[in-house]
T-cell receptor, first 116, second 111 residues
Framework: NAGVTQTPKFQVLKTGQSMTLQCAQD?????MSWYRQDPGMGLRLIHY???????DQGEVPNGYNVSRSTTEDFPLRLLSAAPSQTSVYFC???????????????FGSGTRLTVV | RKEVEQDPGPFNVPEGATVAFNCTYS??????FFWYRQDCRKEPKLLMS???SGNEDGRFTAQLNRASQYISLLIRDSKLSDSATYLC????????????FGKGTTLSVSS
């Protein structure tokens, strides 16, 4: 099925460990973005990309790195995990229909990360 | 002023009730607005898009007031299945590269 695939779905890390959350889309979308969601909060933007080779910081980028070597993939790296990074992480891809000036966003099912 | 603000609720209503949520946004240049639905911290699902003054889809109506910079979502004849968190969302820029979310409004519909 076409869409956004996130792996893993669940992960437990120890403080100080590093890991990569994977995100892949097969819709040839230009834009991809990462969000985190904490209890009682909406989704907050971590990093985003407007195309291969181009990334930029969002609202809460500290402690995370991203790269966009292909249109399809947008991995999120935690450099040295901290308990404050315990959260649910969502990846999204989007395209713009310039004829309609409308947007279409597709979200992955999320990665639930616990840092102990 | 936060970019997108919503009343967190919770809104507790009986089946069949009409309920309305409001959302305010700070960027007066915003042209597009969305209401997303989220169940139990699963991925958000698009409920409605608003590009002009408003939009209606069955029991759901979204209204946009640009002068006051707020968007509303009206749900008529509430169903048990409408219980969820409703997120007010605005693109972070004109190109729609990413989204800015409100904290969400929780709705609980009871029988």
């Amino acid at each position: 099925n076409a869409g956004v695939t996130q792996t893993p779905k669940f992960q437990v890390l120890k403080t100080g460990q590093s890991m990569t959350l994977q995100c892949a889309q097969d819709m040839n979308h230009e834009y991809m973005s990462w969000y985190r969601q904490d209890p009682g909060m909406g989704l907050r933007l971590i990093h985003y990309s407007v195309g291969a080779g181009i990334t930029d910081q969002g609202e809460v980028p500290n402690g995370y790195n991203v790269s966009r070597s292909t249109t399809e993939d947008f991995p999120l790296r935690l450099l040295s995990a901290a308990p404050s990074q315990t959260s649910v992480y969502f990846c999204a891809s989007s395209s713009i229909d310039r004829t309609l000036s409308s947007y279409g966003y597709t979200f992955g099912s999320g990665t639930r990360l616990t840092v102990v | 002023r936060k970019e997108v603000e919503q009343d967190p609720g919770p809104f507790n209503v009986p089946e069949g009730a009409t309920v309305a949520f409001n959302c305010t946004y700070s960027n007066s240049a915003s042209q597009s607005f969305f209401w997303y639905r989220q169940d139990c911290r699963k991925e958000p699902k698009l409920l409605m898009s608003v590009y002009s003054s408003g939009n209606e889809d069955g029991r759901f109506t979204a209204q946009l007031n640009r002068a006051s910079q707020y968007i509303s979502l009206l749900i008529r004849d509430s169903k048990l299945s409408d219980s969820a968190t409703y997120l007010c969302v605005v693109p972070r820029d004109q190109a729609g590269t990413a989204l800015i979310f409100g904290k969400g409004t929780t709705l609980s519909v009871s029988s």
